[in-house]
């Protein structure tokens, strides 16, 4: 099985920019397969962000054009750079990979369900 590791989460002011990362621990060509989501606290998750296999865009409509997702092939690596960040932007951030079976804890985004969830990194903004 896939891991997915997240790191980059931090606190930041309102207006600030962080720069997080989903990184697989298995070598890939493409990282499509792949997207970001969030949870707020006592809220459920959201997807947030996906590039696929033909570099199409899929941006919440909360974060378009202060969200960017971008993916580093050599690196196993997906990246989403959050600029102009609000506090209502605060909460765990994931990873999650699509799956060929739909179970229990899968969420719908840009037209595939993800699950095999990472870790999460915390993003506070204040």
């Known amino acids: 099985h896939v891991q997915l590791v997240e790191s980059g989460g931090d606190s930041a002011r309102a207006g600030g920019t962080l720069t997080l990362s989903c990184a697989a621990s298995v070598d890939y060509s493409t990282m499509s397969c792949v997207a970001w989501f969030r949870q707020a606290p006592g809220k459920e998750r959201e997807g947030v962000a996906h590039i696929d296999s033909y570099g199409r865009l899929t941006y919440t409509d909360s974060v378009k054009g202060r969200f960017t997702i971008w993916q580093d092939n050599t690196k196993n690596t997906l990246t989403l750079q959050t600029n102009g960040l609000k506090p209502e932007d605060s909460g765990m951030y994931y990873c999650?990979?699509?799956?060929?079976?739909?179970?229990?804890?899968?969420?719908?985004?840009?037209?595939?369900?993800?699950?095999?969830w990472g870790q999460g990194t915390q993003v506070t903004v204040s």
């Open positions: 999650a990979q699509t799956g060929s079976k739909v179970v229990p804890g899968m969420i719908f985004f840009s037209g595939f369900y993800f699950g095999h």
